[in-house]
């Protein structure tokens, strides 16, 4: 999901030759676009008294502030390209990237990754610029634009497979494109293929889950992606996601959780073993380098 550029990494240590790491300074929205009325999903309802795990009572709680919601149904492609333009920078930066992508490049008679795939680079790259990183992100766009073209034959042939194909083998398709990481496929899988038990993990839901000790201290993104997956149920797994990222904005942020001033001021106090948060002396650490990190759960 789009994000903030403070700490931003694009997946575990090993995708970061996979995804831009350059940020762009582009300040952070107020609200998550995948989130709130207008962001897309479909509405559901949980009963947050069945929670089994830690991590679900802590998605119950988001659900209950923010939204409750199933995904998919997105076009894959168009998800892919936006997921990408995405990448190290604001929704605020990059959702006007991805209108002007599409006003030049899309349309209702034009196949979207044949378009893109026969692009010039440099024209790619002025019309995306508010993304930030447009040289690196408009070679990445024509690349995977390509492979679809190549392997799939139309736009329309790779978003059937997203839709339809096997969860598991669909991402490491997606994993084999330059440019993708496993959060830029697991949004991909999650928006467009509506998968159940998809938990992407950015660098807020990387950190929250990890402070909160629900995830081991130095666990890498794909290590907090399994505990999660795992411990929380596939239906909420969607809006554990969008609804992470908004309450990482709003409360447990990288530089100022809101239990470092008032323990009372987060409404995920009860439920947190604040790793790496010292309250008593101000001090922020990341959770791999604090002394009392634990094992998880
Ligand atoms: S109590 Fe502090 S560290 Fe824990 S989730 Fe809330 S803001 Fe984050």
Known sequence: MPEDSSEKTGGSP?????????????????????????????????????????????VDRLGQRYWQKTYGGQPAFECLVRTILSQNTSDVASQPAHDALLERYGGPETDLAVALADAEQAT?????????????????????????????????????????????AVRQTLLSVNGVGPKTADCVLLFAGGRGGVFPVDTHVHRIYRRLGIAPADADHEAVREVLERAVPAAKCGFGHTASIQFGREFCSARAPACLEDPDACPMADLCDQVGVYPATGEIVDPAAAPEGSGGD
Do not use: C, M
Not at 42 to 58: K, S
């Open 14 to 58: 090993s995708d970061s030759r996979r995804e831009p790491e350059v940020a762009t300074g582009d300040s952070e929205p107020t609200v998550n676009i995948s989130g709130g009325e207008d962001g897309g999903g479909v509405e559901a309802t949980f009963d947050p008294a069945t929670a089994n795990t830690r991590a679900e009572a802590v």
């Open 124 to 168: 790619l790259a002025e019309t995306i610029s508010s993304a930030g990183l447009y040289n690196q992100k408009s070679r990445v766009i024509i690349e995977a634009a390509t492979w679809v073209i190549a392997e799939f034959g139309s736009t329309a042939a790779f978003d059937e497979y997203v839709a339809a194909g096997d969860p598991g």
